[in-house]
């Protein structure tokens, strides 16, 4: 069994900052890609953001230029840098993992975090 824990979310002012965490535990072989996804009320969840074990990211054209995503390889953990906050950032955050679970290798599975509130008032 894997788990993702997420913190960080928040309420913060239009052109602030927030940094998301997140972390992977439990029986991991090791991980593919790790993301960000959020969802707004009465919208569907997007991606956010997304990197790759190597290193390779991905950004949702709303977000360029002002998010960031990273990766700890070795502590299972990724991030989301938040600058420059608009009002409609303002979601439920999730963290997104393709995790090959099991030591030996069982299978693959795709991990979802609980999700985490961000706030961006104006």
């Known amino acids: 069994q894997v788990q993702l824990a997420e913190s960080g979310g928040g309420l913060v002012q239009a052109g602030g900052s927030l940094r998301l965490s997140c972390a992977a535990s439990?029986?991991?072989?090791?991980?593919?890609?790790m993301g960000w996804y959020r969802q707004a009320p009465g919208k569907q969840r997007e991606l956010v953001a997304a990197?790759?074990?190597?290193?390779?990211?991905n950004y949702a054209d709303s977000v360029k230029g002002r998010f960031t995503i990273s990766r700890d390889n070795a502590k299972n953990t990724v991030n989301l840098q938040m600058n420059s906050l608009k009002p409609e950032d303002t979601a439920v955050y999730y963290c997104?993992?393709?995790?090959?679970?099991?030591?030996?290798?069982?299978?693959?599975?795709?991990?979802w975090g609980q999700g985490t509130q961000v706030t961006v008032s104006s």
């Open positions: 439990g029986s991991i072989f090791s991980i593919n890609a």
């Open positions: 997104n993992a393709d995790i090959l679970v099991g030591v030996p290798l069982l299978g693959e599975y795709d991990a």
């Open positions: 990197i790759t074990s190597g290193g390779s990211t």
